[in-house]
């Protein structure tokens, strides 16, 4: 704060208390003059005032405060700030006036001369205030919740404190610096951060936290008999280097781009080439791209420059996140649609990078969060000047469909001549049609259809067919070879070229209208293109002949002048949501006001700036919090620590958390063997156009033996054990998965031929054992632990009897069949499903 | 297997120990996510019956939805004019648009009387239905917005398009819960694929548990229908029990293990329930029980009444079993382009007889007075013609009605112009139908609210009036 402040203590200084006698205010204001207040005044306080003199800011600068009646009448350390009806007289109109060297207020920059202006007015009118004494301004009277300046000072949007770690009572505990932080809070609240987990339990954790498939028993001892005292870092790079690791990683980024491979919606059209956008966020995880490049590329890719064409194609594919949203595509209007586009397109990108929900200022004015309508818009601007959206052929018919580019140096040659076959079908077909008639009309001696035909297109009748002084046979020779020709034509369907779904700038770049109450044609005031006020702080100019997407990504991280420490803080908590099993925000895609307050506020800021120190690295602050000592807690109940804090906000033990349904699905294989681990690409080549049609429509198929983040999305039509088990709704951003537990998940794992397959391959694997380690194989192939004796003792008499029933039926396979039931309740089971 | 026989109480809380057989519903709760197991323990489960907002006049809904969109001007709205003045051009001055012409009118081939006491207009294609004329309240002002299939389905569904939220089922689950315990709230039979396929049935932002339970879909003939996975050919049923024993004791020492955990125990009391409903939904579902002067009536066992004449049957006996929203589906078959004459005269000789079979069965079995039958589409058809005997897709005016459930029974509302394109009294929009549903089912739409995402969702977002007139 500049020196101006104390100036202000020196004009009440100098002004004596009795010149200015506290004069009562009128006690209950005109209406007229509430509504005076409620219009220009408060909102005029809140935007310029507030930060230093609110007691909802618990500032109080010059001991003054401006967000009641009474904080003015009582005035500073030295009287009060304003006469009503006497605006000469009133201090605070001194100061707002700028005129005197010793009072300037706001101190940094004089009000606008109409803001100036109006608060003389309100004091002419003898200062109407409806905000009674006990009533200083709180969150839900705060005056304009959309106000961009005031609203930064909500937690989400201020700058990242530089927090240093804690010191603690228990300096053995913490492995890395984030652990002072958690064990900071356990040590406040006297609790003990639960023992380490045993290295079973943990291997098993590490696996599916970091690639998402259990360890192979060999895996699990070479962690077990590693004597270095660094193996878990050791595991951890492993498990990082692993190209397992995208295809886990990049499910989670997968989830907040609501990828998926078909359209949804009205028509559920399929996306051919959305698989390509998926690889590509799978390598981009596994090299460790940059956030802030990642983004870049998945924003504006298409604008950046590149060396090679394989370049240009990868950092188009990463595009695709523009375009995979779903959409309403039949008989909806060109303009509706463009402005639901844009709409699902803010939508995402404010939730899966801001954590906001700006979709609510389409119609508007945020109700909670600092962003007006007006910057809603500013942000349409940069999306409807980019193109997603084009007339391309689909389904037999030209329709204004995702926007695709071939890819390779030949692409734009066998996408263009692909679309142009197929612009020109259906009159190729026609003429095809009408020469084949002509053709059989002249065989038939019909020269009245000939000449029919020849009247409506000339171009279907061979010039001497058409010529009737020449020899029938002849004619009938030319025509055939015509009508043979454009058969030849449009039976030779070029395949579908390499293509990828990407956006574009439009070619006419232009700022958009307010569209009143979100209308898409009522029109509004016209907004410059531009960001989130409350996040911008310098202005950034958009070329007239660009989207401002290059811009707008580049702003999403701008640790300087942009959102890129909102940005971090968003991603350091998705990071250690997945991790740790709740976020430290567990609203984890909101943080504004509705969202939950960070748990842990000083860590949540340290993790985002080890992020930002790093080079937006995701691979090093996985590591991190993966190996550190908080990572490593056993999820042991413990009564005390239950009673204090029964949700373990303050982590005292780890998160007992279910398998999400890729991991569910990958184990099971695994243990039975059946899992191929290489990479696929698309998973949809067997599907028509209509991804979900009915009838003769082939379905999805759910049948490849490859890790389940390649199985096909089709929006609608999930693969089953993915609708059963909560995997991401694929039609919005999903940061925080739900967790169900109902019937028909245990229908499934009960009676699902999958579950039963994998555990009758379990079973074999097993059988070909010897009987005494059998046990030892199933307990490692499916829970990843070794069975205690009670355990095994009570298997063996399942097995044994199960293998008894089975024969006294006659069953000729009761040995394998009744380890299948054996595997298959494991499978069944809690321990399975659960990640101690 | 004893229902509670895997609640040991030690680590149990109290209101799943006290609650018997109750605690099913916990099970199928149990977690729908935190916020419905904190709601569960304050409730005794998301889908233990609530007490509604207001006094309720029915406490079920059967939807018969006729996807493709019937002809309104064919079936229920009579309109002398259109027929005289067939084969012109329909002026837009005519029906108040801004458009010079709206399109060669095209007459309707069908004859209309009049039914009942209350005098009420139908179309001889539906005679069986016509006896039951003053049981139905018929809306002739219909209106909504998606003049494509797909975006006219979710509106009809979800109240939405451009938006996944939730069905009207799911609302009404999540808003009264489930009057068996062994059964979802909600059901779908034969549920269109395409669409919006699942959407129009999801639960979107509202605890899974909401979700409808489909049974076949709209292309399969429901004989050959199955709910997956709730049965297992592979092994006996005692095998099948014994195995179940065994997930349930390595399930419960994991819990004892475990201390509280509610997750452990949701999935415990999951598997209970998933048993229960292996052997109930099969009993529900089976019409080995009916006697053969009800299948007659359905029209079971005759073409072409029997494949929507089970369905029929099924949707009362759920009905019955305490199930609270259920919906059948025709299939994409109403959607006549072409041959509006023929489409509409095959299409309504397979719904007639099962209908009038569902309202009589319903009142005899005295089920009607609190079960609200909802028949209708997505949209009706244009009076105008397409492809030179068809008609078009019409979101500007159609017919959609209701009998039972406190409805105002023999009542025709509502009048569109003198061609059935506008309506001209009495508008009933989408979002009016559904607030009036709901308020017969004792729910008040402004107040059934969700919040997700930083605040509170409804069915109708901000639109919405209760049409007071269409209830007793």
């Given at each position: 704060m500049k020196p101006l402040v104390s100036g202000w203590i020196l004009a009440l200084l100098i002004f004596s208390?009795?010149a200015v006698?506290?004069?009562?205010?009128?006690?209950?204001?005109?209406?007229?003059?509430?509504?005076?207040?409620?219009?220009?005044?408060?909102?005029?306080?809140?935007?310029h005032c507030?930060?230093c003199h609110?007691?909802?800011?618990?500032?109080?600068e010059g001991?003054l405060?401006l967000?009641?009646?009474?904080?003015w009448?009582?005035g500073g350390e030295n009287g009060p700030a304003l006469v009503?009806?006497d605006v000469d007289a009133s201090l605070l109109i001194r100061a707002v006036r700028y005129t005197d060297d010793d009072i300037q207020m706001p101190p940094n920059r004089a009000l606008p001369a109409?803001a100036v202006a109006?608060l003389e007015?309100?004091v002419?009118?003898?200062?109407?205030?409806?905000?009674?004494?006990?009533?200083?301004?709180?969150?839900?009277?705060?005056?304009?919740?959309?106000?961009?300046?005031?609203?930064?000072?909500?937690?989400?949007?201020?700058?990242?404190?530089?927090?240093?770690?804690?010191?603690?009572?228990?300096?053995?505990?913490?492995?890395?610096?984030?652990?002072?932080?958690?064990?900071?809070?356990?040590?406040?609240?006297?609790?003990?951060?639960?023992?380490?987990?045993?290295?079973?339990?943990?291997?098993?954790?590490?696996?599916?936290?970091?690639?998402?498939?259990?360890?192979?028993?060999?895996?699990?001892?070479?962690?077990?008999?590693?004597?270095?005292?660094?193996?878990?870092?050791?595991?951890?790079?492993?498990?990082?280097?692993?190209?397992?690791?995208?295809?886990?990683?990049?499910?989670?980024?997968?989830?907040?781009?609501?990828?998926?491979?078909?359209?949804?919606?009205?028509?559920?059209?399929?996306?051919?080439?959305?698989?390509?956008?998926?690889?590509?966020?799978?390598?981009?995880?596994?090299?460790?791209?940059?956030?802030?490049?990642?983004?870049?590329?998945?924003?504006?890719?298409?604008?950046?420059?590149?060396?090679?064409?394989?370049?240009?194609?990868?950092?188009?594919?990463?595009?695709?996140?523009?375009?995979?949203?779903?959409?309403?595509?039949?008989?909806?209007?060109?303009?509706?649609?463009?402005?639901?586009?844009?709409?699902?397109?803010?939508?995402?990108?404010?939730?899966?990078?801001?954590?906001?929900?700006?979709?609510?200022?389409?119609?508007?004015?945020?109700?909670?969060?600092?962003?007006?309508?007006?910057?809603?818009?500013?942000?349409?601007?940069?999306?409807?000047?980019?193109?997603?959206?084009?007339?391309?052929?689909?389904?037999?018919?030209?329709?204004?469909?995702?926007?695709?580019?071939?890819?390779?140096?030949?692409?734009?040659?066998?996408?263009?001549?692909?679309?142009?076959?197929?612009?020109?079908?259906?009159?190729?077909?026609?003429?095809?049609?009408?020469?084949?008639?002509?053709?059989?009309?002249?065989?038939?001696?019909?020269?009245?259809?000939?000449?029919?035909?020849?009247?409506?297109?000339?171009?279907?009748?061979?010039?001497?067919?058409?010529?009737?002084?020449?020899?029938?046979?002849?004619?009938?020779?030319?025509?055939?070879?015509?009508?043979?020709?454009?058969?030849?034509?449009?039976?030779?369907?070029?395949?579908?070229?390499?293509?990828?779904?990407?956006?574009?700038?439009?070619?006419?770049?232009?700022?958009?209208?307010?569209?009143?109450?979100?209308?898409?044609?009522?029109?509004?005031?016209?907004?410059?293109?531009?960001?989130?006020?409350?996040?911008?702080?310098?202005?950034?100019?958009?070329?007239?002949?660009?989207?401002?997407?290059?811009?707008?990504?580049?702003?999403?991280?701008?640790?300087?002048?942009?959102?890129?420490?909102?940005?971090?803080?968003?991603?350091?908590?998705?990071?250690?949501?997945?991790?740790?099993?709740?976020?430290?925000?567990?609203?984890?895609?909101?943080?504004?006001?509705?969202?939950?307050?960070?748990?842990?506020?000083?860590?949540?800021?340290?993790?985002?700036?080890?992020?930002?120190?790093?080079?937006?690295?995701?691979?090093?602050?996985?590591?991190?919090?993966?190996?550190?000592?908080?990572?490593?807690?056993?999820?042991?109940?413990?009564?005390?620590?239950?009673?204090?804090?029964?949700?373990?906000?303050?982590?005292?033990?780890?998160?007992?958390?279910?398998?999400?349904?890729?991991?569910?699905?990958?184990?099971?294989?695994?243990?039975?063997?059946?899992?191929?681990?290489?990479?696929?690409?698309?998973?949809?080549?067997?599907?028509?156009?209509?991804?979900?049609?009915?009838?003769?429509?082939?379905?999805?198929?759910?049948?490849?033996?490859?890790?389940?983040?390649?199985?096909?999305?089709?929006?609608?039509?999930?693969?089953?054990?993915?609708?059963?088990?909560?995997?991401?709704?694929?039609?919005?951003?999903?940061?925080?998965?739900?967790?169900?537990?109902?019937?028909?998940?245990?229908?499934?794992?009960?009676?699902?031929?999958?579950?039963?397959?994998?555990?009758?391959?379990?079973?074999?694997?097993?059988?070909?054992?010897?009987?005494?380690?059998?046990?030892?194989?199933?307990?490692?192939?499916?829970?990843?632990?070794?069975?205690?004796?009670?355990?095994?003792?009570?298997?063996?008499?399942?097995?044994?009897?199960?293998?008894?029933?089975?024969?006294?039926?006659?069953?000729?396979?009761?040995?394998?069949?009744?380890?299948?039931?054996?595997?298959?309740?494991?499978?069944?089971?809690?321990?399975?499903?659960?990640?101690? | 297997?004893?229902?509670?026989?895997?609640?040991?109480?030690?680590?149990?809380?109290?209101?799943?120990?006290?609650?018997?057989?109750?605690?099913?519903?916990?099970?199928?709760?149990?977690?729908?996510?935190?916020?419905?197991?904190?709601?569960?323990?304050?409730?005794?489960?998301?889908?233990?019956?609530?007490?509604?907002?207001?006094?309720?006049?029915?406490?079920?809904?059967?939807?018969?939805?006729?996807?493709?969109?019937?002809?309104?001007?064919?079936?229920?709205?009579?309109?002398?004019?259109?027929?005289?003045?067939?084969?012109?051009?329909?002026?837009?001055?005519?029906?108040?648009?801004?458009?010079?012409?709206?399109?060669?009118?095209?007459?309707?081939?069908?004859?209309?009387?009049?039914?009942?006491?209350?005098?009420?207009?139908?179309?001889?294609?539906?005679?069986?239905?016509?006896?039951?004329?003053?049981?139905?309240?018929?809306?002739?002002?219909?209106?909504?917005?998606?003049?494509?299939?797909?975006?006219?389905?979710?509106?009809?569904?979800?109240?939405?398009?451009?938006?996944?939220?939730?069905?009207?089922?799911?609302?009404?689950?999540?808003?009264?819960?489930?009057?068996?315990?062994?059964?979802?709230?909600?059901?779908?039979?034969?549920?269109?694929?395409?669409?919006?396929?699942?959407?129009?049935?999801?639960?979107?932002?509202?605890?899974?548990?909401?979700?409808?339970?489909?049974?076949?879909?709209?292309?399969?003939?429901?004989?050959?229908?199955?709910?997956?996975?709730?049965?297992?050919?592979?092994?006996?049923?005692?095998?099948?029990?014994?195995?179940?024993?065994?997930?349930?004791?390595?399930?419960?020492?994991?819990?004892?293990?475990?201390?509280?955990?509610?997750?452990?125990?949701?999935?415990?009391?999951?598997?209970?329930?998933?048993?229960?409903?292996?052997?109930?939904?099969?009993?529900?579902?089976?019409?080995?029980?009916?006697?053969?002067?009800?299948?007659?009536?359905?029209?079971?066992?005759?073409?072409?009444?029997?494949?929507?004449?089970?369905?029929?049957?099924?949707?009362?006996?759920?009905?019955?079993?305490?199930?609270?929203?259920?919906?059948?589906?025709?299939?994409?078959?109403?959607?006549?382009?072409?041959?509006?004459?023929?489409?509409?005269?095959?299409?309504?000789?397979?719904?007639?007889?099962?209908?009038?079979?569902?309202?009589?069965?319903?009142?005899?079995?005295?089920?009607?007075?609190?079960?609200?039958?909802?028949?209708?589409?997505?949209?009706?058809?244009?009076?105008?013609?397409?492809?030179?005997?068809?008609?078009?897709?019409?979101?500007?005016?159609?017919?959609?009605?209701?009998?039972?459930?406190?409805?105002?029974?023999?009542?025709?509302?509502?009048?569109?112009?003198?061609?059935?394109?506008?309506?001209?009294?009495?508008?009933?929009?989408?979002?009016?139908?559904?607030?009036?549903?709901?308020?017969?089912?004792?729910?008040?739409?402004?107040?059934?609210?969700?919040?997700?995402?930083?605040?509170?969702?409804?069915?109708?977002?901000?639109?919405?009036?209760?049409?007071?007139?269409?209830?007793?």
């Open positions: 208390p009795g006698s506290p004069a009562q205010s009128d006690a209950t204001p005109s209406r007229k003059g509430v509504e005076f207040f409620e219009q220009h005044i408060r909102p005029l306080l809140a935007k507030y930060e609110s007691a909802r800011k618990q500032k109080r001991g405060l967000d009641s009646q009474s904080g009448e009582v009503p009806g109409e109006r007015q309100w002419r009118m003898g200062a109407p205030d409806p905000r009674t004494n006990d009533s200083a301004e709180s969150d839900e009277t705060f005056a304009d919740p959309s106000d961009p300046i005031a609203g930064r000072d909500h937690w989400a949007f201020q700058p990242l404190s530089i927090p240093q770690p804690p010191t603690v009572e228990d300096a053995e505990w913490p492995r890395r610096s984030l652990d002072r932080f958690v064990l900071a809070r356990l040590e406040a609240e006297k609790l003990q951060p639960a023992p380490d987990a045993n290295p079973r339990d943990l291997v098993r954790r590490l696996y599916f936290q970091l690639i998402g498939l259990p360890p192979t028993p060999q895996q699990i001892e070479a962690f077990l008999h590693d004597p270095r005292p660094d193996a878990v870092e050791h595991l951890v790079d492993e498990l990082l280097d692993s190209p397992r690791y995208g295809e886990r990683w990049g499910r989670h980024w997968l989830d907040l781009a609501r990828f998926a491979d078909s359209n949804g919606l009205d028509e559920n059209f399929l996306f051919r080439e959305a698989w390509r956008y998926r690889n590509w966020v799978i390598d981009a995880v596994n090299n460790d791209m940059p956030y802030d490049r990642f983004l870049l590329e998945q924003i504006a890719g298409d604008l950046l420059p590149y060396d090679s064409v394989e370049q240009r194609d990868r950092q188009r594919m990463g595009t695709g996140f523009m375009v995979v949203g779903p959409k309403v595509l039949l008989g909806n209007d060109e303009r509706r649609q463009r402005m639901e586009v844009a709409d699902e397109q803010i939508d995402t990108i404010g939730r899966a990078i801001l954590g906001q929900t700006l979709g609510c200022c389409r119609c508007h004015d945020h109700k909670f969060d600092p962003f007006p309508t007006k910057d809603y818009y500013a942000l349409a601007g940069i999306l409807t000047s980019t193109t997603v959206m084009e007339r391309r052929h689909m389904l037999n018919q030209q329709r204004v469909m995702e926007r695709l580019v071939g890819i390779g140096s030949d692409g734009e040659a066998r996408d263009g001549a692909y679309e142009k076959f197929w612009r020109e079908f259906p009159e190729a077909k026609e003429k095809a049609d009408q020469a084949k008639s002509a053709w059989e009309s002249l065989k038939k001696g019909d020269e009245k259809a000939v000449a029919t035909l020849l009247e409506k297109n000339k171009d279907a009748v061979a010039e001497i067919a058409a010529d009737s002084s020449k020899p029938m046979q002849q004619r009938i020779t030319a025509q055939k070879s015509l009508a043979e020709k454009l058969a030849a034509v449009i039976a030779n369907r070029p395949p579908i070229p390499p293509r990828a779904m990407i956006a574009t700038d439009a070619e006419d770049p232009a700022d958009e209208a307010v569209r009143i109450s979100g209308e898409f044609d009522d029109l509004g005031d016209q907004v410059s293109r531009g960001f989130l006020q409350v996040l911008t702080h310098d202005q950034v100019e958009i070329p007239e002949d660009q989207s401002g997407r290059l811009q707008l990504s580049r702003w999403l991280t701008d640790v300087e002048h942009g959102a890129g420490h909102l940005a971090a803080r968003v991603l350091a908590n998705r990071i250690w949501h997945h991790l740790i099993g709740r976020g430290i925000v567990r609203t984890v895609d909101n943080f504004g006001r509705a969202g939950e307050v960070p748990s842990h506020p000083e860590l949540l800021d340290y993790l985002a700036s080890e992020l930002i120190n790093s080079g937006w690295s995701i691979k090093s602050l996985v590591r991190e919090i993966a190996i550190s000592r908080t990572n490593l807690m056993s999820s042991a109940h413990n009564e005390t620590a239950y009673s204090v804090d029964p949700e373990n906000r303050l982590l005292w033990k780890f998160n007992r958390r279910r398998l999400d349904p890729e991991s569910l699905r990958d184990a099971m294989l695994a243990a039975g063997g059946l899992l191929d681990l290489a990479p696929m690409e698309s998973t949809v080549w067997n599907l028509n156009d209509q991804a979900t049609g009915v009838g003769k429509h082939p379905r999805r198929r759910t049948d490849f033996p490859c890790r389940s983040v390649y199985l096909p999305v089709i929006r609608n039509d999930l693969p089953e054990l993915f609708e059963v088990f909560d995997f991401a709704n694929p039609q919005a951003t999903t940061g925080g998965r739900p967790e169900t537990t109902v019937a028909i998940q245990g229908l499934y794992l009960l009676n699902a031929e999958m579950v039963m397959d994998a555990a009758e391959a379990t079973a074999r694997r097993i059988l070909d054992r010897a009987p005494e380690k059998r046990f030892d194989l199933l307990f490692s192939l499916i829970l990843n632990s070794e069975p205690t004796s009670a355990e095994r003792e009570e298997l063996e008499s399942f097995v044994q009897q199960t293998r008894d029933r089975l024969q006294d039926d006659g069953d000729e396979k009761a040995e394998i069949h009744a380890w299948t039931m054996t595997c298959h309740a494991l499978f069944a089971s809690s321990r399975f499903q659960f990640l101690e | 297997m004893q229902c509670g026989q895997f609640l040991h109480s030690a680590t149990r809380r109290d209101f799943l120990r006290n609650s018997a057989c109750g605690f099913g519903q916990v099970a199928l709760a149990a977690m729908a996510g935190q916020k419905a197991f904190a709601e569960s323990t304050a409730t005794g489960g998301a889908l233990f019956p609530k007490a509604p907002h207001l006094a309720a006049r029915a406490k079920r809904v059967i939807f018969l939805f006729m996807w493709g969109g019937p002809s309104h001007v064919d079936l229920f709205d009579p309109k002398p004019r259109l027929n005289q003045e067939s084969g012109k051009t329909l002026a837009g001055k005519d029906v108040g648009s801004d458009r010079e012409t709206m399109g060669e009118l095209i007459g309707s081939p069908f004859r209309f009387s009049q039914h009942g006491e209350s005098g009420m207009w139908i179309s001889e294609l539906f005679p069986h239905l016509s006896q039951h004329a003053d049981k139905l309240c018929v809306i002739n002002s219909m209106h909504t917005e998606g003049r494509a299939h797909g975006e006219a389905l979710l509106r009809l569904h979800t109240g939405q398009a451009n938006l996944v939220r939730p069905s009207v089922g799911a609302w009404v689950s999540y808003g009264l819960g489930s009057e068996n315990e062994n059964l979802p709230a909600f059901i779908t039979i034969s549920p269109p694929r395409g669409h919006g396929g699942v959407q129009n049935y999801g639960c979107a932002f509202l605890p899974a548990v909401h979700q409808a339970t489909a049974i076949g879909s709209a292309e399969l003939p429901i004989a050959e229908a199955k709910v997956s996975n709730l049965a297992n050919d592979r092994w006996n049923p005692k095998l099948q029990k014994s195995q179940l024993e065994l997930i349930q004791s390595i399930n419960q020492k994991h819990l004892n293990q475990a201390g509280a955990d509610q997750r452990i125990e949701g999935l415990i009391a999951s598997y209970e329930l998933a048993y229960h409903m292996q052997s109930t939904m099969p009993q529900v579902m089976s019409l080995n029980d009916e006697s053969k002067s009800t299948l007659d009536m359905y029209g079971v066992g005759s073409e072409p009444t029997d494949n929507f004449g089970r369905q029929c049957l099924l949707a009362r006996k759920f009905a019955e079993s305490g199930v609270r929203y259920i919906q059948v589906s025709t299939n994409y078959t109403w959607d006549h382009h072409q041959q509006v004459e023929k489409g509409h005269i095959a299409e309504s000789a397979k719904v007639d007889q099962p209908i009038a079979a569902l309202l009589e069965d319903l009142d005899r079995r005295g089920l009607l007075e609190d079960t609200l039958v909802l028949w209708g589409a997505e949209f009706g058809r244009t009076p105008t013609v397409e492809r030179g005997d068809g008609r078009g897709h019409h979101p500007d005016a159609f017919t959609m009605w209701m009998a039972g459930g406190g409805v105002r029974a023999g009542l025709t509302w509502g009048t569109t112009d003198d061609f059935g394109y506008y309506p001209v009294d009495n508008p009933v929009h989408m979002h009016d139908l559904h607030a009036t549903l709901l308020y017969a089912l004792g729910l008040h739409h402004e107040r059934l609210t969700y919040r997700h995402a930083g605040r509170d969702f409804r069915l109708t977002d901000v639109y919405g009036n209760i049409v007071h007139e269409l209830l007793a």
